[in-house]
Structures are given as C-alpha cells and as structure tokens.
C-alpha cells in the first residue's frame, strides 16, 4: 500500500517546505516526490502542515488495574486524536510494573488494545535490582522519589545509591521530597482548602528531591531524565547537566497556576503541584533556551466523582493526551513559538531522549508515524467531547486554533477528521541504548 501525501508544508529537520511525502507500508519512502508517480492513495495536503508523529514519553494509562478511570484502548483512541503517534506508560498500575514478567505482561496487553506505538517503563523499588539489570524491552527505570506509596516508594539514600550504581539502564525519577512534604504538612495543620496542596507539595520539596538525583547521576556517571518540572528554582540545577540530564515541561505546569484553584479545583491537583505564574514564565523560558528539553503531559486521569471529593480525599491527576498538541498550535498561531519549536519538543526530542531509532522526524526510512495538522482549524474544548474516558479536560471551554486532522500510526490511517480505525494496533517501541540518549547528538 503507498500513500502519497502532496503538496502539504512539511517539517523536516532543519527545513520547512511545501513538498510531497511517500508512504509504502510502514516507512516513508520518499520525499519532494515527482508530480507524475502514482500512489494507491494520494492526500491532498494543501494549505496544511506535516509533521511527525507526537511522543509521549510519560502517561499513566491505568491499564491494568484501574480501568473505570481509562484503558489502553481508550486512551489511545484519545492519542490517535491528539496526534500521539507513541507513548512511554509509567509502572504505577496495578500489579506494579516492578518485574521483567510484569513488563512482558503489559506488553502482551498493548499488542491488543492500543492503537498508537508503545512502551513501558520497568519501576524501581527497595529490592529489585535484579529484576532492573535484566530488563530489556523497556525505554528505561522510572523511581518515585516521593510521590507513591507501597513498594514503588524510593526514598532511602542506600537503596537509590544502589540503583544508580548496579543498573545501566536510563533512569528517570517524579522528585518530591518526601521528608520535606511531611514537614509542611505539619506546618500546614488543618486543611482549609485545595491551595494546601502547592502548600505541602511546595518549591522546595522539588527543589531537594531534583538536587538529590542529580547529584546522584552525576557522581554515578547516570543518563538522568527529571519528569515534570515544576519550579523555577530547578532549573539552574538542570543547567549542570554534564551531558547526563535531561529534563521535561509538562502543559499543566505550563498553562496552570495556584490562581487558577478558585476556578479548576482539583481539576488541576497534580503532583508535583501546580505553583506560580514566575514558574510558569520562568518554565517557558527555560524550555526555549534547552535547558528543559521536552514537552510531556502525564496523562493521568481519574473520574469526575473521585475528583469532586474534598481535599485531600481528592487524587492527583488530570487527562492531556487528547488537547497537548493543539495546546501547543495554539501558542504557534499566538507567535509564542513556531511549529519547528513544538516538533522538536513532542517529537524529535524525545525519540533521542530515549533512543528511540527511526521515530519523531520525516526523513527517507523513518517510520510513517505522521500527523497532518490544520493550523486554521478552530475547535472549543468540550468535556462532553472528549474520547478519554473520563470524560473531561482541565481546558474545558477553551478555544484552540490549530488541529490535528489525520494520523498515520506505521503508514496506517487511525485518526481522519474526526473518526478513528480501532482495527488497526500499533507496534511495540524497540529502543537501542548503545544511541546514547539525547546529549550523544551534538
């Protein structure tokens, strides 16, 4: 099967043109296709953008174990949607993903419900090491140092030494001090109100736990990847990188801050929390200097009736799958960025972050994860509207210019304005570590 998509303005790395892209099976095949070769299908492509498959490198899918909340079937019919080409699903479910069994478990389940490109990270605990040194088809080791409870709990010094020095996989970490976490709860005494949540979950809280892990790559000669930065502060600690650490901006720390509780709720309780609009500035700006390299969405959501419980019977989480790339045309059309900037971003970034090969750029032999986009499209957000399935969005009632409008997951059209192929499964993500990750590509 070739399809040929023509005359559509194309992302490619280190250019921009209106050219056409040939697709055959799974790969793109060519590029600046000549005008008289035939295709089985042709797409016109005039007058909209062409880009790479978005990959998401942190999401909590709840699949298996808490499926009343989203599954892998329907959370990647909100990706096809969104333009998620791929995805990298944290080990947070249930049973955990702490062994090389589980993994391989949840392998086996995404070859048949997911429709988009996936891959799951193995979790660390106090005791699995071995298990972590065995671990083979997974992008890397996620540690919550802070943030969890139970066995995916990380927050001994001899335990996390233990990790960064016997095991060779990438490691990344959710930092929040939880020694620091205790202590303002206590200063906090009784709960008033939703804003207590950045009062526990505060700066420092993330500053410490940040520090101590990089510290610890850095001593242990690590590739080191910080999910969702939060804070101002931590960005000059991700600026001594070594060419070890990576980092990550996700949307909600982006768009959101405390003033918006009054409005949102916990609709926008997250951990790490939500903190200011200096963060929020000094984010952005750190994402367009590379100190922070990427943009993720840590998908994770809950339903409406758990949300809607009193703080801090309330859980932490929310769903962006669905909205982050047309968040993020958005910003293109208001002039805050271009759309070179967001691929790189979603897209080119972290296939490298996580040496991901032949994914998150339109070139000859890349994989054909391609997503057509209307930049003049103009769409409101609508809880009703969404295909997660909770149902909802923190973005409910805005306007975005800027949509996805096709997806091609591996050549195969999954998402066409509006109407998604649930026939069709994406594929594992196969990841080669001997790439070196993101600072081995100057």
């Known amino acids: 099967m070739k399809t040929l998509i023509r005359g559509a303005r194309v992302v490619l790395p ?23 070769v035939s295709a089985d299908e042709v797409v016109d492509g005039t007058g909209k953008t062409l880009i790479p498959g978005v990959i998401d490198d942190q999401v909590h899918f709840r699949d298996p174990g808490y499926t009343d909340k989203e599954d892998l079937h329907t959370a990647t019919m909100a990706c096809a949607k969104g333009g998620v080409t791929s995805f990298l699903e944290m080990p947070n479910t249930n049973p955990t993903t702490t062994t090389v069994d589980r993994l391989n478990d949840k392998l086996a389940l995404a070859s048949t419900k997911s429709l988009v490109n996936y891959g799951f ?5 106090p005791k699995n090491i071995d298990e972590l040194s065995e671990a083979t088809r997974t992008p890397g080791i996620k540690i919550f140092i802070g943030s969890s409870t139970g066995e995916l709990l990380v927050d001994d010094q001899d335990a996390l030494e233990r990790i960064f020095a016997e095991t060779t ?3 990344t970490a959710h930092c929040e001090d939880e020694t620091t976490m205790r202590a303002n709860r206590e200063c906090v005494g009784e709960i008033t109100s ?3 949540h950045s009062r526990i979950r505060d700066h420092q809280a993330a500053l410490v736990a940040t520090q101590r892990a990089t510290e610890l790559a850095r001593r242990h000669r690590h590739r080191f990847h910080v999910l969702h930065v939060s804070t101002a502060a ?9 060419r070890l650490i990576t980092s990550e901006v996700c949307l909600h720390h982006l768009f959101f801050s405390i003033d918006d509780y ?10 790490p929390s939500i903190k200011t609009k200096d963060d929020n500035r000094a984010l952005w700006q750190a994402l367009q200097d590379d100190v922070i390299q990427i943009i993720a969405t840590d998908h994770a959501p809950h339903t409406l009736a758990d949300k809607a419980k009193p703080y801090p019977q309330s859980p932490a ?7 982050s790339l047309a968040l993020m045309l958005n910003r293109v059309n208001q002039g805050q960025c271009t759309i070179e900037q967001v691929v790189q971003w979603m897209c080119s970034r972290p296939a490298r972050i996580w040496d991901i090969e032949n994914k998150g750029r339109i070139e ?6 391609l997503v057509l986009i209307d930049m003049q499209k103009r769409e409101t957000i609508r809880d009703q509207d969404q295909w997660t399935k909770c149902r909802w969005s923190p973005w409910d009632g805005v306007e975005l210019v800027g949509w996805p409008v096709k997806t091609w997951v591996q050549g195969r059209l999954i998402y066409d304005n509006g109407q998604a192929d649930a026939s069709k499964m994406g594929r594992e993500i196969t990841f080669d570590h001997q790439l070196g990750g993101y600072w081995a590509v100057d």
């Open 262 to 271: 009054k409005r949102l709720g916990s609709r926008i309780q997250m951990n």
């Open 234 to 242: 931590e960005i000059d600690v991700l600026r001594q990188h070594e």
């Open 194 to 196: 939703i804003e207590d």
């Open 14 to 36: 280190g250019e921009t043109l209106t050219t056409s892209v040939m697709i055959s099976g799974n790969k793109i095949v060519d590029i600046d296709v000549a005008s008289q």
């Open 121 to 125: 990270f193995i979790g660390a605990t």
């Open 169 to 171: 996989l990438p490691l």
């Open 364 to 369: 000859r032999g890349c994989d054909a994860d």
């Open 317 to 323: 989480g929310l769903p962006a799958v669905e909205n």
